[in-house]
């Protein structure tokens, strides 16, 4: 039987992965909001994440999974394109990048980083990225405030 899939150690102080090179990264400003957690009433008791199909959205944040998480649009089909690439090896991609976040007061200043584990926030509400409450704190952000999110060219988004 194959080991559990449930995403990346949770570590109550994980180091920031090293700095992106600006040269190389597509940055996207939007809103932000939050999600997932024990506390997330806005998921059912038995939702799971697009990209971790084994964890349950109120897992995110606890001991099973990293505090630093987001959900994006990702676009699988154009992202497995543009990584010339199965669209099963393109999660995985996704799932492998670290997604950096930069407040736009100081769009120089690298502020957190975070881990794709869901799709989302839905079109309707027009944001760009939701992210793990410890973010939103980290960043000093409110849902709907502007962010800079700088991620990997070849992840495409919808």
Known sequence: MPPLDIGPECDDNPAMPSEPSP????????RLSTFGGPDD????????????PTVLCRQLGTRLFTRHYCAMRWDY?????ACKCSRSQAVQFIR???????????PNELATWAWPADWGPAPATGRLIDVSPII???LDLQTDDLVIVE????????
């Not at 009433?41 to 971790?52: H, M, W």
């Not at 492998?96 to 100081?106: N, P, W």
């Open 23 to 30: 040269s190389i990264y597509t940055r996207i400003a939007g």
């Open 41 to 52: 009433s806005g998921v059912t008791p038995r939702e799971t994440c697009a990209l971790y």
């Open 77 to 81: 089909q154009a992202t497995a394109l």
């Open 96 to 106: 492998d990048q670290t997604i950096y976040l930069f407040r736009t007061d100081r």
């Open 136 to 138: 939103l704190e980290e």
């Open 151 to 158: 991620l990997d060219p070849l992840i495409k988004l919808r």
